[in-house]
C-alpha cells in the first residue's frame, strides 16, 4: 500500500471516528453529560431547577463552623430528581465532633415537580428520602 493511500485510510477511519462520536453525542443530548459549575450557585441552580446533570461546590457558614460541600445533581429517576450532596470539609474551634462528618455522603430523592418549583435547597420535606452516610451520621447524634 503506498503512502499517500495509507494517509488517506487514516484521514477517513478519523473522520468516522468523529461522526460516530458526535452521533453518539447528539444521540444522547448535551444536557446528558455533567456539568461543573464551580462555586457558582446560579449556574447549578439553573441547570437543577430541570433536574441536568451538575455538579458544584460550596461554602456553608454557621455558628458551629464552616462546611465544604460538593452538591451533585445526578439526574432523574422515574419521577425524582436524584440529588448528592457530599461533606468535603469541616472548620470548626467549638464542635470538634463535626469534623467526622468530612467524606460523609447523602443521596436524596426528590419529586420533579418539587424541584421545579422550590429547588433543591428546599429538600427538607423531603428529608425521609434520603439515605447514606451523612444521614446515618446525623441520625445518631
Do not use: H
Not at 459549575?37 to 457558614?61: D, L, W
Amino acid at each position: 500500500m503506498d503512502k499517500n493511500l495509507k494517509i488517506l485510510s487514516a484521514i477517513t477511519i478519523v473522520c468516522a471516528m468523529v461522526l460516530v462520536g458526535t452521533n453518539l453525542i447528539m444521540a444522547n443530548g448535551m444536557d446528558d453529560f455533567l456539568e461543573d459549575c464551580g462555586k457558582n450557585s446560579y449556574c447549578f441552580e439553573q441547570r437543577a431547577k430541570e433536574c441536568k446533570p451538575v455538579k458544584s461546590i460550596s461554602v456553608y457558614t454557621t455558628e458551629l463552623g464552616r462546611f465544604f460541600l460538593q452538591y451533585e445533581i445526578k439526574g432523574v429517576e422515574g419521577n425524582d430528581c436524584v440529588f448528592g450532596l457530599k461533606v468535603l470539609g469541616v472548620e470548626t474551634d467549638s464542635f470538634e465532633e463535626l469534623e467526622m462528618l468530612k467524606g460523609k455522603e447523602a443521596v436524596c430523592l426528590i419529586p420533579l415537580e418539587y424541584v421545579s418549583v422550590k429547588g433543591v435547597f428546599s429538600i427538607k420535606e423531603s428529608g425521609e428520602r434520603c439515605s447514606g452516610t451523612l444521614v446515618e451520621e446525623l441520625w445518631q447524634k
